[in-house]
Nanobody, 122 residues
Framework: VQLVESGGGLVQAGGSLRLSCAAS????????MGWFRQAPGKEREFVAA???????YYADSVKGRFTISRDNAKNSVYLQMDSLEPGDTAVYYC?????????????????WGQGTQVTVSS
């Protein structure tokens, strides 16, 4: 599985961005998908995940502000980010895991994208 993120950029605090992740392969619908982020000098951390059946999971820090979704017909997963804060500044990575593993921790991730930069200015 190859993952390619897009949609990052520079936005002011309070603004919105939508990240996209396009996946290769014909078995996308069977994969559990997720988003992680890594700020400078910090470890990569879980942001959100969506299971193959549509179950959604969020880190407490983004709950109520971010929404994860998927479109199996387009082999894509999305992260809608609203009410952005400077603390959300990081490189955002798409993640994929086969059924039986949920990408809510780094150890459960089988595939990573290359990352896309999100910068939120105050």
């Amino acid at each position: 599985v190859q993952l390619v993120e897009s949609g990052g950029g520079l936005v002011q605090a309070g603004g919105s961005l939508r990240l996209s992740c396009a996946a290769s392969g014909r078995t996308f619908s069977t994969y559990n998908m997720g988003w992680f982020r890594q700020a400078p000098g910090k470890e990569r951390e879980f942001v959100a995940a969506i299971s193959w059946s549509g179950g959604r999971y969020y880190a407490d820090s983004v709950k109520g502000r971010f929404t994860i979704s998927r479109d199996n017909a387009k082999n894509s997963v999305y992260l809608q980010m609203d009410s952005l804060e400077p603390g959300d500044t990081a490189v955002y990575y798409c993640a994929a895991s086969p059924r039986g593993k949920l990408p809510t921790t780094r150890s459960q991730v089988d595939y990573w994208g290359q990352g896309t930069q999100v910068t939120v200015s105050s």
